[in-house]
């Protein structure tokens, strides 16, 4: 019976090995196989009753646009078009460059192994025989890239029902989302186009500036430092700002083909057999909905890009060029990521009369909206009030409308961080201590069958990936706020190594080389800056950081420092990006800041750091 038990336990370790091994790279995957390990949840996909077959949910997600576009009145359709203050590019991109074997091979290899029910063969067998498909498949890319047309094949998708949120009733259609999955050829086509487009757009300056969706070097991080930094120097400075949240209803599903055909001619240059391609990728697609082994009937896609497509969301950014021009007529800053726009405004307590350019703006943002064929959700939209307490509570009886909503929101989630009025971040700090907890309480049920190695990993994917997400916001925050994070990472050190309760941590954190939570958020700051100073950041990042250029010779006019403004209040502004950055860069060594590459940078920052962190 004990040799049983252990043969058991060994096989149990072994198969849990094999999973996490193929699987580190996706959370997805990783958090469905503890849950059903630890019992907890049922995996999203066996959620849905079987009362449901393909056709319901094919004629739901059809239904659904439609009457979202039916609830659109296209009032004035040449009220934003093409000369809304918007100059055509000079350069022209009139085709695409074929592609050769080499490029195609190293695409084909690093694309993940997914494979599409629609696939002839599985992906996987695909990549263990490229040497001898890679030459037809090689002339069917720069077939269609030459020819201006995308294959019929190439422009059928299987939708997938996937419930948004695992508390919410699976017996509610309205409570799935359709996830598109497209055949694997079809998505290398798709990156081929992708990458040729962006260089082009990237070339000709033709991004969004504000836009961080979906662009090399940009993030969801990157655009929250920027807003926060801004609302901090504001607060600061003594006044109050509001930030407006808007909120889009399908987005990507209700995009106008004709005209996105006209952002992609009129606003990037897009013509001659470019253009031709972008045309027959748009038309005559279809998909379906497999489910429980059988398929729906075939729909045809008359709006919208698909959701699991690579060049949709990069469309998306294009199809909304002209929501800036609009925006910035009023003098109002704002910052986009995808379809979520966040704006925001500032001014003196006593000069709240600015603030109604911020309702101007919203109805005519979504008067374009509505022109374009884009539903902006009212009952979603959040609005918060921030800056010094002592100025908002004078605003507590001040009834702002917009579009129907009011200033009643003492927290709101943007980008998966938890804003409150006084930018404490304390709320977002308990929002993902407790997520973390729960998830290293299924790690230490899995534990005694884990090597350290495979629980390092589920500890990596679950906690610490939650820990460091947006961190950079953190800088300069109250110790007692930090500190509740660092018991959480205490607490997974202990569980990693097995060590009892009152165990010394230090020890245990210096043996995983684990940088404590305080330095791990001086190490991303720092991280963001020398990215900026080196073209690996958004333009937006790196104007907050002026270089020193002394005004007679110094020493220390090679030694790559940097300017650090002055504030009123160290309470607010000190925690400002554009502050805490650069007093952080100058107190690091030469060598250190004069790293050549990034990964000699990173490697020297987590040197200095770990010996600043357990000297």
């Known amino acids: 019976m004990s040799s049983y038990r252990q043969a058991l336990k060994a ?32 995996p999203p996909d066996l959620n849905i009753p079987s009362q449901f077959n393909s056709n319901d ?16 009145t296209n009032v004035d359709s040449t009220a934003y078009n093409t000369s809304t203050s918007f100059i055509a590019p000079k350069d022209k991109l009139q085709c695409f460059t074929t592609i050769g074997q080499e490029e195609l ?61 695992p508390q919410l009733d699976p017996s509610e259609l309205a409570n799935y989302r359709p996830i598109s999955n497209l055949p694997f050829m079809s998505k290398i086509l798709e990156k081929v186009v992708s990458a040729q487009l962006r260089s082009f757009l990237q070339k000709n300056d033709l991004y969004e500036e504000f836009q961080s969706g979906f662009r090399p070097h940009h993030s969801t991080e990157t655009a929250l430092v920027k807003i926060t930094n801004d609302l901090l120097l504001a607060s600061d400075q003594g006044c109050i700002s509001l930030l407006v949240l808007l909120d889009l209803s399908a987005a990507f599903d209700t995009i106008d083909h004709d005209i996105l055909i006209d952002r992609l001619q009129n606003y990037t240059g897009i013509q001659g057999q470019a253009l031709r391609w972008f045309r027959s990728y748009l038309s005559d697609r279809y998909h379906l909905v497999h489910l429980n082994g059988e398929s729906s009937q075939l729909s045809p896609v008359k709006y919208g890009v698909p959701q699991g497509s ?35 405004i500032s001014t003196r307590p006593d000069e709240t009369s600015k603030l109604s350019k911020l309702t101007e703006c919203v109805k005519n943002v979504k008067d374009w909206m509505t022109n374009n064929f884009l539903l902006l959700n009212s009952d979603k939209t959040e609005i918060l009030l921030i800056g010094p307490k002592d100025s908002t509570q004078n605003l507590v009886d001040y009834n702002l409308q917009l579009d129907g909503c009011t200033v009643t929101s003492s927290t709101v989630k943007n980008l998966g961080v938890i804003l409150d009025s006084n930018l404490s971040f304390e709320n977002h700090i308990s929002h993902v201590t407790k997520t973390a907890f729960f998830h290293l309480r299924n790690i230490a049920k899995l534990r005694n069958m884990l090597p350290v190695s495979d ?10 990936s939650r820990l460091d997400y947006c961190n950079a916001l953190l800088g300069g925050c109250p110790a007692s706020s930090i500190n509740k994070l660092q018991v959480v990472q205490n607490a997974a050190a ?122």
């Open 57 to 72: 949910f094919m004629n739901f997600f059809t239904d659904k646009i439609d009457n979202i576009r039916n609830t659109i």
């Open 310 to 344: 690579v060049l949709g969301p990069l469309l998306f950014s294009i199809y909304m060029l002209p929501l800036g021009n609009i925006i910035r007529k009023y003098g109002i800053s704002f910052h986009c990521y995808a379809d979520d726009t966040q704006l925001y």
């Open 455 to 464: 629980a390092e990993k589920l500890v990596h994917a679950f906690m610490t």
């Open 494 to 615: 202990r569980v990693l190594t097995r060590s009892r309760k009152y165990d010394h941590i230090t020890p245990i954190l210096q043996s995983l080389h684990w940088l404590p939570i305080k330095f791990r958020i001086s190490y991303k700051i720092l991280l963001l800056a020398y990215k900026a100073l080196n073209g690996l950041a958004p333009a937006y990042l790196t104007s907050l950081l002026p270089r020193y250029n002394p005004s007679r010779s110094l020493r220390s006019q090679n030694s790559g420092l940097l300017v650090v403004p002055r504030i009123a209040k160290s309470t607010k502004g000190g925690r400002a990006f554009s502050h805490l950055a650069p007093k952080l860069w100058n107190s690091l060594p030469d060598n250190v800041r004069g790293s050549d590459t990034l990964s000699l940078f990173k490697s020297r920052l987590k040197t200095h750091l770990f010996g600043q962190a357990f000297k």
């Open 105 to 165: 091979n190293k695409l084909i290899t690093a694309s993940k192994p997914t494979t599409c029910l629609l696939d002839p063969v599985p992906t996987k067998l695909l990549k263990e025989l490229l040497p001898v498909a890679e030459e037809p498949l090689l002339n069917i890319i720069n077939s269609s890239l030459s020819l201006g047309h995308v294959p019929k094949p190439f422009k059928l998708a299987v939708i997938k029902p996937l419930i948004k949120k």
């Open 11 to 42: 096989a149990r370790a072994e198969h849990i090995h094999k999973l996490i091994e193929n699987n580190q790279n996706n959370p997805r995957f990783l958090f469905s196989t503890v849950a059903r390990l630890t019992n907890n949840q049922t």
